[in-house]
């Protein structure tokens, strides 16, 4: 099943956060306050293309993972090396320590940028978040952290996934969750 035309969707994204019926998100979204916006893989860069020239960087902050993972690796890079020799049966721990461990991690630097967004007022609008793969990061820890669902403005992640009759499956391999956001394929 081809998905629609990405000028269309994030023209709806956009109209759906711009306008008054911003609840329906929620709605939708069994209380979270966030957008997927599916897009094939093989059309992400059509649709990272279409953002920048759509959504105005007045309103809407666009935060590049793929940026955010290669700042992280290189500002830690001495402590990512350790880390990997210690961690070697749990590597996903490097990029997002266990609940209630405290240290820098690859998910609270993406958290620092969405919350930084929001406190401008501008929607964060994720992308190339392919890069998360194998992180230990999943798009449900992004949606159902409290920063996101607390805001006033809601986050549109921009999703590379294939449909299937019954699930999204991220970059084809992964299942995806819609519980705490709204779908727009």
Do not use: W
């Not at 329906?24 to 306050?33: D, P, T």
């Not at 966030?34 to 860069?45: G, H, N």
């Not at 293309?49 to 890079?77: R, W």
């Not at 007022?121 to 159902?144: A, C, Q, R």
Request: glycine share 4%; proline share 5%.
């Amino acid at each position: 099943m081809p998905l629609n035309n990405p000028a269309h969707l994030i023209m709806e994204a956009k109209r759906l956060v711009e306008s008054d019926r911003r609840s329906e998100i929620r709605l939708n979204a069994n209380g979270g306050n966030s957008i997927l916006l599916v897009c094939e893989p093989m059309k992400e860069t059509e649709y990272i293309a279409h953002l920048g020239e759509m959504l105005p960087s007045e309103k809407y902050s666009i935060i590049d993972l793929n940026q955010c993972l290669v700042d992280f690796v290189t500002d830690h890079k001495n402590q990512l090396i350790e880390l990997y020799n210690l961690l070697q049966s749990a590597t996903h721990e490097i990029f997002k320590a266990p609940a209630g461990e405290e240290s820098d991690d690859l998910f609270k630097a993406i958290i620092s940028q969405i919350q930084n967004a929001l406190q401008n007022d501008k929607v964060p609008v994720l992308i190339n978040t392919g890069s998360l793969y194998g992180t230990g990061i999943h798009n449900i820890h992004i949606m159902e952290n409290e920063i996101v669902m607390k805001a006033a403005l809601p986050v549109i992640i921009l999703y590379p996934g294939t449909i299937e009759p019954d699930r999204i499956m991220f970059l084809g391999k992964h299942p995806a969750s819609k519980y705490r956001c709204m779908i727009i394929q």
